[in-house]
């Protein structure tokens, strides 16, 4: 693998590949000392062109932790300010002799289009609407460690589909991976039409939680919605929120997953963030050992190319 731009990229065995090196790299977060040899020598940036909080903290632990060198580099505080173009910034930093480049973007395609300026790796940490395929893995390792594996599970994505990276690259992970996938929510949050999305719409959220494994809500994007698409947060609560009485619906086996940051009291009410079926902080620490199998296979000796590559010959677990 030498880039990840998108889900759509991988297949299942690559999918699997990942998972597996995730959890090799989750024991040693189980360590004392958590840090492994396999990157070192190797220069990791982390360009984000969009504010994150636990996205940006986990691919630096990820970096750190496999011994890389890690360089932040902040839109806010660069050149960029003063009128560079992204070209410019990219063939930059790739000046410095950088091995790979985490890159966010609020417009969808600039990690595709910056392959073309930088010999660098890139590995895509959430680009517009298009994909988020590093917390698809997440996602999908926190569901696996769980409930064993996603095979015939059934799972609902439930909110803001249409503004959703996470939405994007989560039902391409999930449904590779063997899940059955709903999306519901708002009919001016859903995909115009399907195509693309190996999912069904469903659209009474209360006929499905009690049959859910996993239900799974994503954020009301502020930033994004050109213009109002919701009546009030009130009325968006009251059908498709997580409220304690839809918890009551749902298995008590079943998950509860949101990729945060939350909007408690939106899309979930503050006590079921609580919940002890609701995984989310899993989803976070999750992020750090997913995402150092994502650089360690961009970056490691030995290219990765699904289970049977041999991808942990060289790191010293
Ligand atoms: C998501 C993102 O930025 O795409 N957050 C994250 O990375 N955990 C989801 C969101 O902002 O709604």
Known sequence: MRHLVSIDDLTAHDLHGLLDLAA????????????????????????????????RTSFDLAARRLSADVINFSAGSSSLKKGESLRDTIETIDAMGVDAIVVRHGSSG???????????????????????????????????????????????????????RVARSNVAAFSKLGADVVLIGPRTMLPPNLDGWAAKVEPDLDAVLPDLDVAYFLRIQKERMAESLIPSEREYRARFGLTE????????????MHPGPMNRGIEIDPVVADDPRAVVLDQV????P???AVLYSVL??????????????????
């Not at 620490?285 to 750090?288: F, K, L, R, T, V």
Request: aromatic content about 6%; charged content about 20%.
């Open 24 to 55: 090799s790299f989750a024991d040693v977060q189980a360590r004392e000392v958590r840090k492994v040899p396999a990157l070192r020598g190797k220069t990791i940036v982390l360009a984000f062109f969009e504010d994150s909080t636990r996205t």
């Open 110 to 164: 600039v990690p595709l289009t910056i392959q073309q300026w930088t010999d660098a790796a890139i590995v895509n940490a959430g680009d517009g609407w298009h994909q988020h395929p590093t917390q698809a893995l997440l996602d999908s390792f926190t569901i696996s460690q769980r409930l064993g594996s996603l095979e015939g599970k059934k799972i609902a994505l439930c909110g803001d589909i249409l503004h959703s």
């Open 245 to 256: 009485e839809r918890a009551a619906m749902l298995s008590p086996d079943a998950l509860i």
């Open 285 to 288: 620490a999750n992020g750090i």
């Open 290 to 292: 997913v995402r150092m």
């Open 300 to 317: 490691g000796p030995g290219q990765f190319d699904g289970v049977d590559s041999g991808a942990n010959e060289g790191v010293d677990l």
